[in-house]
């Protein structure tokens, strides 16, 4: 079975792996604070996620308000995850994030679950008419693209913290 999926899966997908794979290896290295940088790979997740959703579900409504009540819960949560394991300093003027291999956890747990859940989308292609997986999808899609942004919240507090800035 596993197999078959790897045969089928499009090449997109396995350029979209390697690509969140070198992102997630690379922002946990230490290295200089860049926010815009920061909103690559969330912008990822929200274009594949907000896609299925306007493209694929059967309802749409709910699906999209299911989706940014559990992305502002995703964010809570990331807030505090990343709060808790995320440290920073100052270096050369500079703000510096520590290294920790958290986002590459995130970003990996987030393409497996967008993954094995497009998966049941084409092998179950009724899923989409099903009102429990539309809430299941967005809800899963929502508080995994949240946990990004709560890092992303808390690297702008930590720098106005920081910095002044």
């Known amino acids: ?13 396995y350029l979209m792996f390697a690509f969140l794979l070198y992102r997630g290896i690379s922002t946990s ?10 909103l690559l790979v969330p912008g990822i997740f929200i274009l ?3 896609y299925n959703i306007s493209t694929k579900f059967s309802f ?5 308000l299911v989706y940014i009540l559990f992305l ?15 440290r920073f300093f100052i ?8 290294k920790n291999y958290l986002p590459l956890i995130i970003i990996l747990i987030n393409f497996f679950i967008k993954f094995a ?3 049941y989308m084409y092998k179950n292609s009724d899923a989409v008419h099903s009102l429990w997986f539309n809430v299941l999808y967005t809800s899963i899609s929502g508080t995994t693209v949240g946990l990004f942004f709560g890092g992303i ?7 106005t913290k920081l910095l002044g800035k």
């Open 48 to 50: 594949w996620g907000i």
């Open 72 to 86: 502002g819960l995703g964010t809570f949560i990331g807030y505090f995850l990343y709060r808790r394991n995320h």
């Open 91 to 98: 270096k050369n003027g500079m703000m510096i994030r520590a």
């Open 29 to 38: 290295q230490e290295r200089e604070v860049n926010i815009p940088n920061s």
């Open 1 to 13: 079975m596993i197999h078959e999926i790897l045969k089928h899966t499009p090449i997109w997908a």
């Open 60 to 64: 749409r409504f709910y699906a999209f």
């Open 117 to 119: 859940l497009s998966v």
């Open 153 to 159: 919240f808390n690297t702008m507090r930590q720098k």
